[in-house]
């Protein structure tokens, strides 16, 4: 491994006045066209569509037909070992003696309309079922190339012949092999996904984060786990924190069914994937849960001096560190907030939450890691 470390100042390089602002999901499945569709009116510009069954990447969306994932797939397991070739299941069960008219004789129609011009998009997927761990650890794969998994269907109809569901490989080996694939050196990474829904231990959490510095995070707001009531994880989030690890915070929403909650505004200096997948590696962006309605004009920390702006006035504005709520500021757009030297170790962290009742939205900053 021959990375840089989570970065403990997030937004320490952003120009606030130029930036870019870009609404993307690190976490979001995309299954048809109408929900393709919905994502766009909802205002998605940076898609990073994270699909299972298989887990391969949509992307890019133009070249998705279908049925793709019926016809070949870029990599496999076969009796639980990591195949790094392609299959194609019509010549598969050809070879075999299956009955072939199971499968389609071809790729269909494009599965989703043109994206509008300018949409951005990278490669990503979910991956789950991993052999050391229970079913709940699912991973995404934000710009990485990595195929596992299986269609269902091609699944059942191949049972017998050692190929199964998942990515039945320890966890640890399965995270090498997205961070093998990713289409940038310096861009994207890991997220762990829900971790209160998947009841994920802090300590196998800091596991994770330990095992390579492109785990970027944690979802600390997850939209479908939400109805579960189990969605929100920022108590998990300031637990890892005050280990002294950097860990980035998620807005997602996983699977939609009606309004698209849970976002990432990027912070880009230019509107690329590139630059998306850069600003989701450095940490330059700040959750949101509708992407409107409020959002920061600037997060400043001089190393003393932590200081940052809302759009609007009438907010609750939460500083988080080490010791819980350090600071809030109620009804109010700024927060300032001096850290003395000798205070440094007793807050190990600062990381703004704001909230504006009158439009239901909020926004998670980034932490500043103080050591
Ligand atoms: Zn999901």
Request: proline share 5%; aromatic share 12%; hydrophobic share 35%.
């Given at each position: 491994?021959?990375?840089?470390?989570?970065?403990?100042?997030?937004?320490?390089?952003?120009?606030?006045?130029?930036?870019?602002?870009?609404?993307?999901?690190?976490?979001?499945?995309?299954?048809?066209?109408?929900?393709?569709?919905?994502?766009?009116?909802?205002?998605?510009?940076?898609?990073?569509?994270?699909?299972?069954?298989?887990?391969?990447?949509?992307?890019?969306?133009?070249?998705?037909?279908?049925?793709?994932?019926?016809?070949?797939?870029?990599?496999?397991?076969?009796?639980?070992?990591?195949?790094?070739?392609?299959?194609?299941?019509?010549?598969?069960?050809?070879?075999?003696?299956?009955?072939?008219?199971?499968?389609?004789?071809?790729?269909?129609?494009?599965?989703?309309?043109?994206?509008?011009?300018?949409?951005?998009?990278?490669?990503?997927?979910?991956?789950?079922?991993?052999?050391?761990?229970?079913?709940y650890l699912h991973?995404?794969?934000?710009?990485?190339?990595?195929?596992?998994?299986?269609?269902?269907?091609?699944?059942?109809?191949?049972?017998?012949?050692?190929?199964?569901?998942?990515?039945?490989?320890?966890?640890?080996?399965?995270?090498?092999?997205?961070?093998?694939?990713?289409?940038?050196?310096?861009?994207?990474?890991?997220?762990i996904n829900h971790p209160n829904w998947s009841h994920l231990?802090?300590?196998?959490?800091?596991?994770?984060?330990?095992?390579?510095?492109?785990?970027?995070?944690i979802e600390v707001f997850s939209n479908d786990a939400d109805e579960s009531y189990s969605g929100q994880a920022e108590p998990v989030w300031?637990?890892?924190?005050?280990?002294?690890?950097?860990?980035?915070?998620?807005?997602v929403?996983d699977h939609?069914?009606?309004?698209?909650?849970g976002?990432?505004?990027?912070?880009?200096?230019?509107?690329?994937?590139?630059?998306?997948?850069?600003?989701?590696?450095?940490?330059?962006?700040?959750?949101?849960?509708?992407?409107?309605?409020?959002?920061?004009?600037?997060?400043?920390?001089?190393?003393?001096?932590?200081?940052?702006?809302?759009?609007?006035?009438?907010?609750?504005?939460?500083?988080?560190?080490?010791?819980?709520?350090?600071?809030?500021?109620?009804?109010?757009?700024?927060?300032?907030?001096?850290?003395?030297?000798?205070?440094?170790?007793?807050?190990?962290?600062?990381?703004?939450?704001?909230?504006?009742?009158?439009?239901?939205?909020?926004?998670?900053?980034?932490?500043?890691?103080?050591?």
């Open positions: 491994m021959n990375t840089a470390e989570r970065n403990r100042n997030p937004y320490a390089n952003v120009d606030w006045q130029k930036v870019h602002r870009v609404q993307g999901s690190t976490h979001a499945h995309c299954q048809n066209a109408d929900i393709f569709k919905s994502y766009i009116e909802q205002g998605m510009e940076f898609a990073t569509f994270s699909n299972y069954y298989p887990s391969t990447p949509t992307w890019p969306i133009r070249e998705i037909y279908e049925n793709d994932s019926r016809l070949k797939q870029a990599s496999y397991f076969r009796n639980r070992k990591f195949v790094d070739e392609e299959l194609d299941f019509r010549k598969f069960f050809a070879e075999h003696g299956l009955d072939v008219s199971q499968l389609p004789t071809d790729r269909g129609e494009r599965k989703y309309p043109d994206p509008p011009e300018g949409f951005m998009e990278a490669p990503n997927a979910e991956h789950a079922w991993f052999s050391d761990y229970n079913v991973i995404c794969s934000v710009g990485s190339m990595l195929t596992t998994n299986m269609d269902k269907k091609n699944a059942g109809l191949l049972k017998e012949y050692g190929f199964e569901l998942g990515c039945p490989i320890p966890w640890r080996e399965a995270f090498d092999l997205m961070l093998d694939k990713l289409i940038i050196p310096d861009g994207g990474g890991i997220t231990p802090t300590k196998d959490i800091c596991d994770m984060l330990d095992h390579d510095p492109r785990v970027l995070g300031d637990a890892v924190l005050s280990t002294g690890r950097q860990c980035f915070g998620f807005c929403q939609l069914h009606n309004q698209w909650k976002r990432s505004i990027l912070l880009v200096d230019e509107r690329t994937p590139e630059a998306c997948l850069r600003a989701y590696r450095e940490g330059r962006f700040y959750g949101a849960v509708l992407g409107k309605g409020l959002s920061f004009d600037f997060i400043h920390w001089d190393g003393e001096n932590f200081h940052a702006r809302c759009d609007r006035g009438g907010c609750l504005l939460q500083l988080m560190s080490k010791v819980g709520v350090a600071e809030e500021y109620f009804k109010s757009s700024e927060a300032h907030f001096t850290v003395k030297p000798e205070d440094r170790a007793k807050h190990g962290f600062l990381r703004l939450t704001a909230f504006c009742e009158a439009t239901g939205e909020k926004l998670y900053a980034q932490p500043i890691m103080l050591d």
